[in-house]
């Protein structure tokens, strides 16, 4: 096929993705389903195009793997993931091994699968999917302690996985001794963090010295190191997920020249990353296999859903001061996404045997599971009490004044029975160093003065300096529980 045909028909792909993207959203879905149509539409029962190269998939999901974990970790915020690391380094090593037990177990003895291929159903159906999580929940506040939970396990979880995954696979590799499996996995992510550090923390060093000629260089640069740190890991042996993600997280969290349009940059990758991955997979599966693996799905995920994830959240956190609602929202957010079906692709190119059932009831359970869970993920969280109305939310704006000034731009919207309400700007008693800069009532936005009076259904745009953020953010919500007497009542904010 000529050059110029391709280049028509990947264009018409990506913009019928994009336009998926906007169906998916409106309707509370992950775009990933929309992805996964586009790829079974245009395959070998759509419109004929065949794609059965397991190793070739295989490559290529790596390839975009690494880019959807360094655009997270480029994009985490250190300050609401800080608190929930001890937590999700227990979720993503204690937990997951809960998880794939259990689901090795119904593997074996209600779908009649050998052990190793039990074992490798519940290695590759571990890891949970924020991408998967929080497109349905982009427009749904909940606090940052439970979006750093998701957010970190969602990271840390990936690379543990992919090296059972990868053993289990190889020849022989299933023999393996069990210490000497936890030693390997041990070694390995050891390594590859620190891998990731220090390839970040050089990076850092020469992005701040650095003057390219041009400020478009800045964000390939960032970019480049994350991956690269990916490469370096591997050629010790080590993790390269776990090295990528970590060094992606350090380099997102540092102050670097272009911030905003480096963040930009790399979310425009992984989309572009994520469209590719997923329309391949769907290229790769086989529509005709798909109906025969629906009732063993149905068992598979509900076991995964209904049992391995809630054993494994609340095995997991005990200790960690988790309440009951909190707890069974993390057991029903562990939404799955790309990641189990690309591992399920490993043992296709190992040649394992069964391996092709595998990676059909793998398909099976991300699309069915992902329809049943991803619209209920928003009124499961209000039920469960978990969402917190007012809360702010990071803006990001290309602007250079905000960079130079150290300064952070809050959008906080004021709920109608919030204590801000019949409050005058002035006395709200704000750090000298932030400012409400507009507000945005009943669709009219315009500049508040100090006596101007909040009313509910505010939207508030909030400067603030990145000293006293943490102190205006707990000004704002102990007035929004409290009143302007707050302080007189012992609220806080905390």
């Known amino acids: 096929m000529r050059l110029d045909i391709w280049l028509l028909v990947g264009a018409a792909l990506v913009l019928a993705a994009i336009l998926a993207v906007r169906v998916s959203h409106r309707l509370g879905l992950p775009s990933l389903l929309a992805y996964l149509g586009l790829g079974l539409l245009i395959g070998e029962s759509g419109f004929g195009i065949q794609f059965d190269d397991a190793e070739l998939a295989q490559t290529l999901g790596w390839a975009a793997l690494v880019l959807i974990l360094v655009e997270g970790g480029l994009t985490t915020s250190w300050r609401n993931v800080r608190p929930a690391v001890p937590v999700s380094l227990v979720l993503a090593t204690v937990g997951i091994a809960i998880s794939i037990v259990v689901v090795a177990a119904a593997g074996h003895w209600l779908l009649d ?7 490798l159903l519940g290695a ?8 998967a999580v929080f497109s349905v929940l982009r427009r749904l506040p909940i606090p940052h302690r439970m979006a750093g939970i998701l957010e970190a396990e969602s990271g840390f979880n990936d690379a543990p996985v992919v090296i059972l995954v990868v053993l289990l696979s190889a020849t022989g590799g299933h023999d393996m001794a069990p210490w000497t499996m ?13 891998v990731g550090l220090a390839v970040a923390w050089l990076g850092i060093l020469a992005v701040r010295r650095a003057a390219l000629p041009a ?19 591997t050629l010790i042996h080590a993790s390269g997920f776990m090295a990528c993600y970590l060094c992606a997280l350090a380099l997102g969290n540092a102050r670097l020249p272009h911030r905003p ?11 572009l990353a994520q469209i590719g991955l997923f329309v391949m997979l769907g290229l790769l599966a086989s529509p005709s296999e798909l109906p025969g693996q629906i009732v063993p799905a149905l068992i598979a995920g509900s076991v995964l859903v209904l049992v391995a994830r809630p054993l494994s959240v609340w095995l997991s956190t005990m200790g960690f001061g988790l309440g009951r609602s909190e707890k069974a929202f993390l057991s029903w957010a562990g939404l799955r996404g790309a990641v189990p079906v690309v591992f399920a692709t490993v043992p296709m190119s190992e040649g394992v045997p069964g391996a092709d059932r595998l990676f059909a009831l793998v398909f099976v359970i991300v699309v069915v599971f992902t329809l049943l869970q991803g619209p209920t993920l928003p009124p499961v969280a209000r039920r469960l009490g978990v969402t917190v109305e007012g809360e702010a939310v990071d803006l990001d704006v290309e602007a250079a004044p905000l960079e130079e000034l150290k300064a952070d731009l809050l959008e906080v919207r004021i709920p109608e029975n919030s204590g801000l309400a019949g409050v005058e700007i002035f006395e709200l008693r704000l750090p000298a160093e ?3 800069t507009l507000i945005v009532r009943e669709g009219r936005s315009f500049v508040p003065g100090p006596t101007t009076t909040l009313r509910g259904g505010d939207t508030l745009l909030v400067v603030t300096t990145a000293d006293v953020r943490e102190t205006t953010e707990r000004r704002l919500r102990a007035v929004s529980r409290r ?7 012992g609220e806080t904010g905390d």
């Open 434 to 436: 932030a400012s409400i």
């Open 215 to 233: 400020s478009g260089l800045y964000p390939i640069a960032v970019l480049s190191l994350a991956v690269g740190s990916y490469g370096a890991a």
């Open 113 to 119: 699968l050998d052990w190793r291929l039990a074992f």
């Open 483 to 489: 009143g302007k007497l707050a302080g007189w009542f």
């Open 261 to 271: 349009a480096t963040r930009g940059f790399a979310e425009g990758i992984a989309w």
């Open 182 to 194: 936890v030693a390997l996995v041990v070694y390995e992510l050891a390594a590859g963090a620190a």
């Open 124 to 131: 590759v159906l571990a890891p949970t999917d924020a991408a």
